[in-house]
């Protein structure tokens, strides 16, 4: 069964049919810039851009960098232009792509959802919290394989800085940090993560979970297991396959 996922982020829009049996892309991604400023009517044409370039006429999973309740993008608009808040973004994109039925839903949960059935968290019970490193910083919490939708734990508030302005894959290229000093900050950001939910395992996904092996072992003193994601920077297309394969 293949399902369209698409994965909106504070840089690219990218997406791809999903085979949901092998939780994997069915054919190469593609990708476009989010576009400046980044407001609903102009991401909602490159995530257009991105269905078409398939061909694609089925249901369609999107992912939002931020809180999403019944398809609404309410509360926050993390990296995206703020105007995004309170947002009917399932009719707005619905809409856009011609009437086809559209999903959507936070993008570490998705990416979560998908690690906990076909990657890195498969089978684990527990506490598991993934964290996905990128524009910004975003979180999944399962408790048992329940998802706690709606994290935002990149928002906490970490020495006086809000921790995905110092912890996040931009803040490591805009201050030009070494792999080595760059995992010292996620490595306190884990930490107090760790404070506040004691989980048994910490997936780290996003685009570095490809090169994990450049600041993971430089990461201690963290108590739970740590692992990179296992679908890396293509969890939350396949995660936002699976939500729009239930419709909800």
Same mark, same amino acid.
């Given at each position: 069964?293949?399902?369209?996922?698409?994965?909106?982020?504070?840089?690219?829009?990218?997406?791809?049919?999903?085979?949901?049996?092998?939780?994997?892309?069915?054919?190469?991604?593609?990708?476009? &810039?989010?576009?400046? $400023?980044? #407001?609903?009517?102009?991401? +909602? !044409?490159?995530?257009?851009?991105?269905?078409? @370039? %398939? /061909?694609?006429?089925?249901?369609?999973?999107?992912?939002?960098?931020?809180?999403?309740?019944?398809?609404?993008?309410?509360?926050?608009?993390?990296?995206?232009?703020?105007?995004?808040?309170?947002?009917?973004?399932?009719?707005?994109?619905?809409?856009? &792509?011609?009437?086809? $039925?559209? #999903?959507?839903?936070?993008? +570490? !949960?998705?990416?979560?959802?998908?690690?906990? @059935? %076909? /990657?890195?968290?498969?089978?684990?019970?527990?506490?598991?919290?993934?964290?996905?490193?990128?524009?910004?910083?975003?979180?999944?919490?399962?408790?048992?394989?329940?998802?706690?939708?709606?994290?935002?734990?990149?928002?906490?508030?970490?020495?006086?800085?809000?921790?995905?302005?110092?912890?996040?894959?931009?803040?490591?290229?805009?201050?030009?940090?070494?792999?080595? @000093?760059?995992?010292?900050?996620?490595?306190?950001?884990?930490?107090?993560?760790?404070?506040?939910?004691?989980?048994?395992?910490?997936?780290?996904?996003?685009?570095?979970?490809?090169?994990?092996?450049?600041?993971?072992?430089?990461?201690?003193?963290?108590?739970?297991?740590?692992?990179?994601?296992?679908?890396?920077?293509?969890?939350?297309?396949?995660?936002?396959?699976?939500?729009?394969?239930?419709?909800?």
């Amino acid at each position: 069964m293949q399902i369209f996922g698409v994965d909106i982020g504070g840089s690219g829009i990218k997406g791809a049919p999903v085979d949901l049996d092998k939780g994997d892309l069915a054919r190469e991604r593609c990708k476009v &810039l989010t576009p400046q $400023p980044s #407001t609903p009517d102009a991401v +909602a !044409d490159g995530v257009k851009e991105v269905v078409d @370039h %398939f /061909g694609w006429t089925g249901p369609v999973g999107v992912t939002f960098p931020g809180v999403v309740t019944d398809g609404t993008t309410i509360r926050s608009a993390a990296n995206v232009d703020k105007s995004w808040v309170d947002t009917d973004a399932r009719v707005l994109l619905g809409d856009r &792509l011609g009437g086809l $039925p559209v #999903t959507v839903v936070n993008d +570490a !949960d998705a990416a979560g959802v998908a690690e906990m @059935h %076909f /990657g890195a968290a498969k089978g684990r019970r527990g506490t598991v919290i993934l964290l996905t490193f990128g524009t910004g910083i975003g979180s999944a919490v399962f408790v048992d394989g329940v998802l706690v939708p709606n994290t935002e734990l990149g928002h906490l508030e970490l020495h006086g800085h809000e921790a995905e302005k110092r912890a996040s894959s931009k803040a490591r290229e805009d201050h030009e940090l070494t792999w080595e @000093h760059w995992a010292h900050r996620v490595q306190k950001y884990l930490a107090h993560v760790e404070m506040l939910f004691s989980p048994e395992l910490f997936v780290i996904g996003g685009g570095v979970s490809r090169k994990s092996e450049k600041f993971l072992p430089h990461i201690e003193g963290i108590k739970a297991e740590i692992v990179p994601a296992q679908l890396q920077n293509n969890a939350g297309i396949v995660g936002a396959a699976m939500r729009a394969a239930t419709g909800v």
